[in-house]
Nanobody
Framework: QLQLVESGGGLVQPGGSLRLSCAASGFSLDYYAIGWFRQAPGKEREGVSCISGPDGSTYYADSVKGRFTISRDNAKNMLYLQMNNLKPEETAVYYC??????????????????????WGQGTQVTVSS
């Protein structure tokens, strides 16, 4: 059974940090384009950061560059998103997702979430004082 399970969300003050985790099972992240997406109430789902399983190339949305870091642990089949200096407008449900490993450049899957085949259930991130 192919599954993605996110964790690590929660309530954080503006300027704070969170680390999201995504556990993959039933398939190897090595062969997929994988990434983090978010959806705020009333807004479309948007790509935050993505990483290529085959070559490790990364992409970040302009709004998170310099503050967020995507990483993966191949041995554990895990994906992570370190988020620093969080802003209230980044309150959203954060999802990890995987798509075909042949997607290149990797920004394509971030810019077109419909390309992803598998989605986790999401984890809520709330940035508020």
């Amino acid at each position: 059974q192919l599954q993605l399970v996110e964790s690590g969300g929660g309530l954080v003050q503006p300027g704070g940090s969170l680390r999201l985790s995504c556990a993959a099972s039933g398939f190897s992240l090595d062969y997929y384009a994988i990434g983090w997406f978010r959806q705020a109430p009333g807004k479309e789902r948007e790509g935050v950061s993505c990483i290529s399983g085959p070559d490790g190339s990364t992409y970040y949305a302009d709004s998170v560059k310099g503050r967020f870091t995507i990483s993966r642990d191949n041995a554990k089949n895990m994906l992570y998103l370190q988020m620093n200096n969080l802003k209230p407008e980044e309150t959203a449900v954060y999802y990890c997702a995987a798509g075909p490993g042949g997607i290149t450049p990797i920004q394509h899957i971030c810019e077109m979430p419909r390309l992803a085949d598998f989605w986790g259930q999401g984890t809520q991130v709330t940035v508020s004082s």
